[in-house]
């Protein structure tokens, strides 16, 4: 048995250690800036996204990923992309051994959202899924499984829930200032003249359900604050030697379980841009709702809704960037984009049956 002396010596010496500051070495420094990789490199990286990530405090882009070698020049003399972080579709699985990139931006068209979310996501990086989140729920699922088995977060890009007035909508869905809501009309399209697109090709996820209706649709959701509990659709195109495979225009009506009901359109043939929530003792609007600038809106009794001075882009990926770094919750998880897709799936059952009301 060891005598007093002893313990007290060897006491001393525990405590000793217990307040000896551990080396720095053994506590990795947290990253202040998240690296990000862009997968695709179209319009939306190229004119909005990476443009974007030059305006973020959060995060910065640090390597690409494109099946197009002759794009590869321009973007590393414009970004100073390292070859070392340019990948193609084939080897984008060696990002694993990379540590500069952080998180793979998906910029597919939609039907390859999933595929090459979970090739990131199996590499280790958090993943950023532009909307929508793919064209099934069976494969939004398969991603927020791949995600959450590797550990890493999962954000799609709904950058609406980001933009300040829309984010005093679903505060009023919740406090709800003007009274019970009880209906809520949600417009979005534009006119694309384009006759050769992926947004004409069914097999990529073309059609403006898919790629502009989930807008009004999210758009319905978060300003009631309610999911859904039937829906009747019907298809419509003025132009079916180009929307012969997917739908041009998309109408669908959504009903609620408390009795609250919502029209929504969506289409590619036409510019409209419009969210109003009419409500037991007022109303209130933004339009546009869904723009990438110049978001506003008014309310019955006079108050202005003004835009947002900021980048949206930048605001979205900054948000998501610190949840990440935070160890934070993501302000809209896969299972929020997966929610639309599941409505998405009952709007097309509807719409191939005569408009019958379709349960949710």
């Not at 399209?189 to 649709?217: C, E």
Request: net charge positive.
């Amino acid at each position: 048995m060891q005598n007093r002396r002893t313990f007290i010596r060897n006491s001393g010496l525990i405590i000793a250690a217990g307040i000896m500051p551990y080396p720095a070495y053994l506590f990795p420094k947290k990253k202040e800036k998240l690296g990000v990789a862009l997968v695709g490199l179209g319009n939306y990286s190229r004119n909005l996204l990476a443009p974007a990530l030059q305006l973020t405090r959060y995060c910065e882009l640090k390597g690409v990923v494109t099946g197009s070698p002759e794009k590869i020049p321009r973007w590393q003399a414009k970004y100073g992309i390292k070859d070392s972080n340019v990948y193609n579709y084939e080897n984008m699985h060696q990002m694993a051994d990379n540590d500069e990139i952080d998180v793979v931006y998906i910029v597919l068209p939609p039907a390859m959202h999933a595929d090459y979310g979970i090739i990131g996501a199996n590499a280790g990086k958090h993943v950023w899924c532009e909307k929508p989140m793919d064209v099934s729920a069976a494969k939004c699922q398969m991603l927020i499984d791949a995600c959450k088995k590797n550990k890493v977060k999962l954000a799609i890009g709904y950058r609406m829930h980001h933009e300040p007035n829309t984010q005093t909508l679903m505060k009023w869905a919740k406090t709800k200032p003007y009274g019970a809501i009880q209906d809520v009309i949600a417009e979005a399209g534009y006119y694309d003249s384009r006759t050769a697109h992926w947004k004409q090709n069914k097999a990529l996820g073309g059609g403006s359900m898919l790629d502009m209706g989930v807008y009004p649709l999210n758009a319905i959701r978060y300003t009631t604050g309610m999911e859904p509990v039937s829906v009747s659709a019907r298809h419509e195109t003025n132009r079916p030697k180009v929307y012969f495979e997917v739908d041009e225009t998309t109408i669908f009506d959504l009903k609620f379980a408390d009795g609250t009901t919502a029209h929504g359109k969506t289409s590619l043939g036409e510019n409209i841009n419009n969210l109003e929530a009419n409500c037991e003792n007022g109303w209130y609007y933004l339009r546009p709702f869904q723009s990438y600038s110049g978001v506003r809106g008014k309310t019955s009794d006079g108050k202005a809704l003004k835009p947002f001075e900021g980048n949206q882009q930048a605001k979205q990926m900054d948000d998501d960037a610190l949840a990440i770094i935070n160890g934070k919750p993501m302000l809209v998880p896969g299972e929020e984009g997966l929610k639309d897709i599941h409505i998405v799936e009952k709007i097309y059952e509807s719409a191939a049956s005569d408009s019958k009301w379709v349960s949710i």
